[in-house]
């Protein structure tokens, strides 16, 4: 493209400087001068003519190939998972990082007590708590309440690692996704007009957002790498992934008198969306953009009673 691009301009200026020499010089002075000019004027326009229909065809067919390259890279990061809960995050963060530390108390062992390190469970019983309050349970005369309570947090902490497993994972994944052809189909936009096209919805809206969100996950990828290795720290890479994930998913809340409401948004990567939208509509020279429908990841709908459907 920025070959054509060039290409046009340099036959072009040929094209003025040629014909102004020639209206200078004039056609009454007889001059082999006027008729070298002539001749160069003649065949700088027509190379114009040729180089800008040539410009016209690669102009479409690199920004085709940058729009679907971006739409290549957008769909992987799109696997992204969400990590969907109604608990206090921070309660389940601060729980990861004490089963993390009891873990590391428990491999010490005999040294644990040299070292004044001991076990702690007071994240624990605040969850528990928690769950006690707000969490709908029924117990009978006999029921052991705390030996339930205790099993429905093992329950719900053995679930919430495996949801956040699959975020890390999908974080991993993301980080691994190679821009190399986005990159070189950005690289060889070079607009002879419009150039704010390429500046300000390209690069702005598009591409350098794409890159951004992939880097998130790649600046974090050690560490992911690492723990599906064995040797991670997985209440350090939880807490990083669910950071990457509040940088991308929007939570938009909702109620009524009889129903409370959660959507998940993939906002971040809905945006760019709506550029590329933008974007192919002046590949084509369309001038109504066609709306782009934003899906949620999921939703939950909590009726006053405290019943949940998921989406």
């Known amino acids: ?69 971006a739409e290549k890279a957008l769909k992987k990061l799109r696997k992204i998972k969400y990590f969907n809960t109604d608990i206090p995050l921070e309660k389940i963060l601060d729980c990861f990082a004490e089963e993390q530390h009891n873990k590391f108390v428990k491999e010490l062992g005999s040294a644990a007590d040299s070292l004044s390190v001991k076990a702690e469970y007071t994240k624990k019983d605040d969850l528990i708590s928690w769950f006690e309050k707000n969490v709908p349970m029924s117990f009978s005369e006999d029921d ?9 947090y093992e329950s719900s902490m053995a679930s919430y690692r495996r949801n956040v497993q699959k975020v890390i994972d999908s974080c991993l ?8 052809s986005l990159d070189n189909a950005y690289g060889n936009l070079d607009f002879f007009v419009n150039g704010n096209i390429r500046n300000s919805l390209v690069y702005t809206q598009i591409y350098s957002k794409i890159r951004e969100y992939r880097n998130l996950a790649l600046a974090e990828k050690y560490h992911f790498q690492l723990l599906n290795e064995g040797k991670g720290n997985f209440a350090v890479c939880a807490e990083k992934a669910l950071h990457i994930c509040d940088k991308i ?12 409401s959660k959507i998940v948004y993939q906002t971040a990567f809905d945006d ?16 109504q953009e066609e709306p782009v429908k934003h ?17």
């Not at 046009?8 to 003025?16: D, P, Q, R």
């Not at 014909?19 to 006027?34: D, E, P, Q, T, V």
């Not at 990841?297 to 989406?311: L, M, R, T, W, Y």
């Open 144 to 152: 052991d309440i705390d030996a339930i309570l205790n099993s429905y």
């Open 173 to 180: 994944a993301a980080a691994d996704i190679d821009l190399g």
């Open 249 to 260: 998913f929007e939570v938009k809340e909702s109620s009524n008198d009889i129903y409370n």
């Open 295 to 311: 899906i949620p990841v999921c939703g939950v709908q909590k009726n006053i009673f405290g019943d949940a459907e998921d989406s």
């Open 272 to 287: 760019i969306d709506d550029a590329l939208e933008e974007f192919r509509c002046k590949i084509y020279h369309k001038g």
């Open 1 to 69: 493209m920025k070959a054509k691009k060039w290409l046009s301009i340099i036959t072009l200026g040929c094209s003025f400087i040629s014909a102004i020499l020639a209206i200078l010089i004039g056609k009454s002075s007889n001059c082999i001068w006027y008729d070298f000019s002539m001749a160069v004027f003649g065949s700088a326009l027509l190379g114009f003519i040729m180089s800008i229909t040539e410009y016209s065809v690669t102009r479409r067919t690199a920004m085709e190939i940058f729009w679907q390259e």
